[in-house]
């Protein structure tokens, strides 16, 4: 009902910066939470950036001050630019969009994640 397209992700040395985009499509109502997680091998999925509808925004501490999540609502898209890039900032990236589609139904999508590496 809801895809997710997240072109990005590559190859840096830590220092760097990268930016991701997400851009959902289908049957969309409205867009309660978009955001990012990510996955190293052998950790969680732990939460990156997210933007609510109202523009609320929560980055955890690891991250604050240095990403930064924006959107375009007229494109069902959001941006996060990372900057000062650490090797503990490899792992797959996932976009994710808590929505209503447009039969009402409460729907958690998932982006098939892009490959960030931060190279020391």
């Known amino acids: 009902q809801v895809q997710l397209v997240e072109p990005g992700g590559g190859l840096v040395q830590a220092g760097g910066s990268l930016r991701l985009s997400c851009a959902a499509s289908?049957?969309?109502?409205?867009?309660?939470?978009m955001g990012w997680y990510r996955q190293a091998v052998g950790k969680k999925r732990e939460l990156v950036a997210a933007i609510s509808r109202g523009g609320t925004t929560n980055l955890p501490d690891s991250v604050k001050g240095r990403f930064t999540i924006s959107r375009d609502d007229a494109k069902n898209t959001v941006y996060l630019q990372m900057n000062s890039l650490k090797p503990e900032g490899t792992a797959v990236y996932y976009c994710?969009?808590?929505?209503?589609?447009?039969?009402?139904?409460?729907?958690?999508?998932w982006g098939q994640g892009t490959q960030v590496t931060v190279s020391s």
């Open positions: 994710n969009a808590a929505s209503v589609t447009t039969d009402s139904a409460l729907v958690s999508a």
């Open positions: 289908g049957s969309i109502f409205r867009i309660n939470t």
